[in-house]
């Protein structure tokens, strides 16, 4: 009898315990926190550029092999509504004025980075039931770290300064460059982490680290004076907890409401939130309809300047509502596409809660609304502040919906001083 000894190629083998070892460590979902982390912490975005695109993405293709795993993903209503909206806005691109090639090149790299992006996270989402706990149990506290340093710097580590100056972020901070990018910035991971606290079992000090760390967040949307993204903030926390149902958080989520309403007060910003009225909304929308009026179907395209100098004089940058933004550039069939992937988004969302009892996405994707219903310009870019306000609830939103059957861990009834992680 001849026996036959199958060796593995030595190569084969050493894959494949990398690979094994990258899976057990988790190496793509802490990787990809380290870049949502690394984009309030940094001056600049080059490292968490670089980070993911060069290490999250190859760990994240070795982790996911066969790659048929992905075919989920980009078959998915939300992938395929991204791509179709995206795709409009360079289509439509061709047909308008002062479009280069090199700006026309610029923006397909933008249309492959968000769709990269949007199957990295929707990955991670929908594989690792513990991804976004992970995620936000990381970002809030360094969210609020960022916060406090931005108020510190931006006030001079002046009391009297930081109660009456709108907070509009430190020149080469972060991705800030106005009090509503900032407040959208901090808004996110202050509804992430009220979505943890309201549905995962936390130990105490997890808990507590989140309660903090979303007061911290949401006193600096208010510093920050941003309406919009106070409305964000407000309206992710409340779907967040009206979806949980969880009496214990609501009562935690109107304490930390209480401690921060009251600071408001405390300060002369409360006033010049309501003294501000429309902002001038309404006197810029019409403008912006007007011109969307005047070229219906195909738009301006990317390279149109959106700046319009207004009836009494103030000059704006963009119509200050995403869909309107989209119909600027791409027409009424741009703000449609854009408007399919919000619906195709909220389905996903539905359909994970419905399976699971994930609040999450649905939370973020509340919060993406109310933010970009008052602002907001929507093109394909590089990494920016709208990955985190509108591309990642989306992607949250498909991962969430993918996953498997995979219960949250909901806090229990009557919980004991310590709750283990589950």
């Known amino acids: 009898m001849v026996s036959v000894v199958a060796h593995s190629s030595p190569s084969h083998s050493v894959f494949d315990r990398s690979r094994s070892w990258l899976l057990a460590v988790k190496a793509p979902e802490r990787l990809f926190v380290l870049v949502m982390c690394l984009m309030y912490v940094m001056h ?28 989920p993903i980009v078959k998915s209503g939300v992938f395929l509504a991204s791509a179709a909206f995206l795709g409009v806005i360079i289509a439509t691109s061709l047909f308008g004025d002062g479009v280069s090639g090199s700006l026309l090149w610029k923006n397909i790299r933008y ?172 006197e810029l929308w019409p403008v912006y309809l007007h011109m969307v009026t005047l070229k219906p179907w195909l738009g301006y395209g990317l390279a149109f300047d959106t700046r319009v100098i207004l009836p009494s004089g103030m000059e704006v940058m963009n119509g200050h509502n995403i869909f309107m933004c989209a119909a600027v550039r791409g027409g009424v069939i741009a703000a449609l596409a854009l408007a399919a992937v919000v619906l195709a988004a909220a389905v996903s969302g539905w359909r994970a809660f419905r399976k699971s009892g994930e609040v999450t996405a649905l939370a973020l994707l509340a919060s993406c609304l109310a933010a970009s219903a008052v602002d907001y310009e929507i093109i394909p870019s590089d990494l920016s502040y709208l ?29 004991p001083a310590d709750i283990a992680v589950s």
């Open 44 to 71: 600049n975005i080059w490292l968490a550029r670089t980070i993911l695109w060069f290490l999250v993405l190859p760990t994240l293709l070795i982790t996911a092999l066969p790659l048929r795993n992905l075919t």
């Open 111 to 282: 249309v492959a980075a968000v769709l990269v992006f949007i199957t990295i996270v929707a990955h991670l989402a929908s594989r690792d039931g513990d991804f976004l706990r992970l995620l936000f149990l990381w970002l809030a506290p360094v969210a609020a770290l960022a916060a406090i340093r931005d108020v510190g710097t931006f006030s001079h580590w002046s009391v009297t300064e930081m109660l009456t100056v709108r907070l509009q972020g430190t020149k080469g901070l972060s991705l800030y460059y106005n009090s509503n990018v900032v407040g959208l910035m901090y808004a996110m991971p202050c509804v992430g982490a009220v979505a943890m606290m309201a549905t995962r079992r936390l130990r105490s000090w997890q808990f507590v680290l989140l309660f903090v760390s979303a007061l911290v967040l949401l006193a600096a949307v208010l510093l920050s004076g941003s309406r919009g993204s106070l409305m964000a903030a407000l309206g992710g926390i409340g779907v967040a907890v009206l979806l949980a149902a969880n009496w214990r958080i609501a009562v935690a989520v109107a304490a930390l409401l209480a401690i921060a309403a009251v600071a408001a007060l405390l300060t002369p910003l409360a006033g010049e939130l309501v003294q501000r009225k429309d902002s001038l909304r309404f």
């Open 387 to 415: 990955y985190i306000l509108f591309w990642l609830p989306v992607a949250i939103c498909l991962g969430a919906a993918l996953a498997t059957l995979r219960v949250p861990a909901q806090r229990p009834a009557t919980p």
